[in-house]
């Protein structure tokens, strides 16, 4: 009978003093960050990330401009609100995507009465942003990027000589190189870049960038259409993927090495998606060369990222696209950059919708989606769902 | 290979305890039968092993320690989204076995259970615009269950010891999780056409119930019992009744599992931390194992 108390109170205290497992909230969270006034709604464009802060970039409505005007939203790395940052509404059209160099996030952005390019810098406090006036002309921020060396590339339209410019800044906004590719004569394209502004539904997948090799692209307009251009800044593009006027094209790309890209196409209301592909950096193709299996469940003006990604190795594995569904949700696709095969899809959203603004990855292997919510199915608001190493292991 | 191994990880207390506790009463049984009793009838009094089945119902209450939302406020007050608990409110059932060993008076009771605890809380949204008309509420109800495989222990003492058997009790448990459910119930309301004083003119309608089984938000539970009761024999049956209050006092709720992205947290619906207290009435029918006559009656 002792033998007995004795053993059973044992096993109880043995029980209620084990330890709970190990839990880290900044490692793995879904936060919807919510504003209770009914007219307001948010449109992320961004996501980044400081040691201590995450910063997303969001425009809002303006009064005073058809165009939007700018947010920065910071919550603390476990995701919880710690201010929003309403910046003067004389900076309006931002670009999409933060660009990290060393601790400062970057956007490029427009003065509403200039049109002048701006360039927005967020220090890692995430206190204040600051504005250096590009040396261009009047010029609508359609895309940026880093360049292989740590400086900016813009890809901007020039509504006068109605050109795609695409420019080289550096870090204190001074243009160091440029090159302009004429459109062709006619209000058509003016008119499809300022709907992208003021027309959720007429946005166009603008996206630019250098590949290791030094070769520029940008995915602008270029001969009247929507294309994907590749250039070394010089008077003419070097090769051309042609769309079809806004019908058809590439939605998000990224270089995996040497000639090697991965991308998401669209044509018309199909999307396809290659892991890995050589693509001919000279001469004129047509994206519809690489239409090869349609993914039915992306929505047709669904937005689009890619990012490299490594989950064992210093060395890229794998590119993940983040897309929307027609089932109002966020996709994440998961590539084999080797072998270009699909490894894994996880969707993101339920009950209310989810759209895809950004998608980043940390120095961790964790990755972090934002983008809107309908909370009950009306108010638009900003989410943000960071997904730990281990989850996408699981997931793969 | 794997489910064997994760079904032992999980269970690997509750069953160590089990079996130290057959192996406790084969070894009570075993060095009871070299002893040769004296007087039977004597030693059937003051010492005994019953064993039997047990069921009750039982109601839940729960202390909130840290409180959390589904929603980050960016302009108001997070208290706003502070969910209301409902108290002692939905019947839970349980039913296991009851072994007890009785000695002179005290007896040491165990009884393993499936317990389950009802539980439900609501938490409400409100947006306002300019106009009385820019105004749309949203109400969570949140039925949750949960699944315990309770292990108590309970020291017992016979206030009067005639056939009319009344007790007091008090000891501890520990409960593994078994299994969870959450129905959540989402109503809202919109004021597009509203008139004032026409309560008619607010629509309110039920948006969605979705009821998903969630035992990974949940962690294993321990606490204190204490109760009173009363037993009976009638034939060669105790009869036992008793009711007990459960306390527990650490969080039930695991922390890893709230913010990650789910189906409920898709649409803002997060738990709070908070420990769980629990009022119960149950009855049990045990038997005797030792020194039954040979009318196979209790003397």
């Not at chain 2, 119930?185 to 026409?198: G, P, Q």
Request: glycine share 6%.
């Amino acid at each position: 009978m002792r033998y007995l108390v004795t053993l059973i109170f044992a096993s109880f205290i043995f029980l209620s003093c084990s330890k709970e497992e190990e839990f880290n909230p900044e490692s793995a969270f879904l936060q919807i960050y919510d504003d209770n006034n009914y007219n307001v709604a948010y449109q992320p464009v961004g996501l980044g990330a400081s040691d201590s802060n995450l910063f997303v970039l969001s425009e809002r409505n303006l009064d005073v401009s058809n165009f939007s005007g700018i947010n920065l939203v910071v919550a603390n790395q476990a995701g919880d609100f710690t201010r929003e940052v309403e910046l003067e509404d004389i900076y309006v059209a931002p670009t999409k995507g933060l660009l990290k160099i060393g601790t400062t996030h970057y956007f490029f952005c427009m003065d509403r009465n200039s049109l002048r390019p701006q360039l927005g810098s967020i220090p890692a406090s995430g206190d204040q942003v600051n504005f250096s006036a590009l040396n261009l002309s009047a010029s609508y921020p359609l895309a940026a990027a880093i360049s292989n060396n740590n400086n900016l590339i813009l890809l901007s339209y020039n509504p006068e000589s109605q050109a795609s410019v695409i420019s080289v800044v550096d870090l204190n906004g001074t243009v160091v190189n440029q090159a302009s590719y004429s459109i062709g004569p006619g209000d058509d394209v003016r008119t499809a870049v300022v709907n992208h502004f003021t027309n959720r539904s007429d946005r166009l997948p603008f996206f630019c960038g250098q590949a290791p090799n030094g070769s520029y692209y940008f995915n602008g307009f270029f001969n009247y259409t929507l294309s994907m251009v590749f250039t070394d800044l010089g008077d003419d593009p070097t090769g051309v993927i042609q769309g079809q006027a806004l019908n058809a094209g590439m939605k998000s790309m990224i270089p995996i090495g040497g000639n090697n890209y991965a991308f998401m196409g669209f044509q018309f209301s199909d999307h396809f998606i290659s892991g890995q592909i050589q693509f001919s950096t000279t001469g004129i193709t047509s994206s519809v060369e690489f239409f090869d299996r349609n993914i039915p469940e992306i929505s047709e003006k669904a937005n689009s990222r890619v990012v490299t990604y490594s989950a064992n190795s210093a060395e890229p594995e794998m590119v993940i696209f983040a897309s929307e569904t027609e089932g109002r949700q966020v996709v994440l696709y998961f590539y084999d950059i080797n072998t270009g095969g699909l490894l894994s899809t996880y969707y993101i959203g339920t009950l209310n919708p989810f759209t895809l603004a950004d998608l980043i990855v940390f120095e961790d292997g964790s990755i972090a989606v934002t983008g809107t919510t309908f909370l009950a199915g009306r108010f638009e608001r900003i989410y943000i769902t960071k997904i730990n190493r281990q989850q996408i292991l699981d997931i793969l | 290979m794997k489910l064997k191994s994760l079904l032992f990880n999980n269970y690997r207390p509750f069953v160590i305890i089990i079996c130290f506790s057959v192996l406790s009463i084969s070894f009570t049984e075993a060095q009871t039968f070299k002893k040769k009793p004296k007087n039977i009838g004597d030693d059937f009094l003051k010492t005994q092993w019953w064993l039997g089945f047990r069921g009750g119902a039982n109601f839940t209450n729960v202390t909130p320690i840290n409180r959390f939302s589904g929603f980050n406020p960016i302009n108001y007050d997070e208290e706003a989204l502070e969910k209301t608990y409902n108290e002692f409110e939905n019947p839970g059932f349980h039913v296991g076995l009851d072994i007890t060993f009785y000695h002179a008076g005290f007896s040491l009771s165990t009884f393993p259970s499936f317990f389950i605890h009802n539980l439900s809380y609501e938490s409400n949204r409100l947006w306002v615009g300019d106009t009385e008309f820019d105004r749309y509420e949203t109400n969570y109800a949140v039925d949750q269950s949960v699944t315990f495989i309770d292990i108590p222990v309970a020291l017992k003492y016979d206030i009067l010891q005639n056939k009319v058997r009344p007790f007091v009790m008090a000891g501890a448990f520990y409960s593994f999780r078994f299994a969870a459910n959450k129905e959540v119930n989402i109503r809202e309301t919109d004021y597009a056409s509203f008139v004032l004083n026409d309560p008619n003119s607010i629509q309110s309608f039920d948006r969605a119930t979705i009821n998903l089984s969630n035992p990974e938000e949940f962690n294993n539970n321990w606490g204190v019992l204490g109760g009173v009761g009363v037993s009976f024999d009638f034939w060669n049956i105790r009869t036992i009744i008793d009711f007990q209050y459960r306390h527990s006092f650490n969080s039930v709720v695991n922390p890893s599992e709230r913010f990650k992205e789910t189906e409920f947290s898709a649409f803002g619906e997060l738990q709070d931390d908070y420990s769980i207290q629990n009022y119960s009435g149950s009855i049990s029918f045990v038997f005797p194992l030792r020194y039954i006559d040979s009318q196979f009656k209790a003397l």
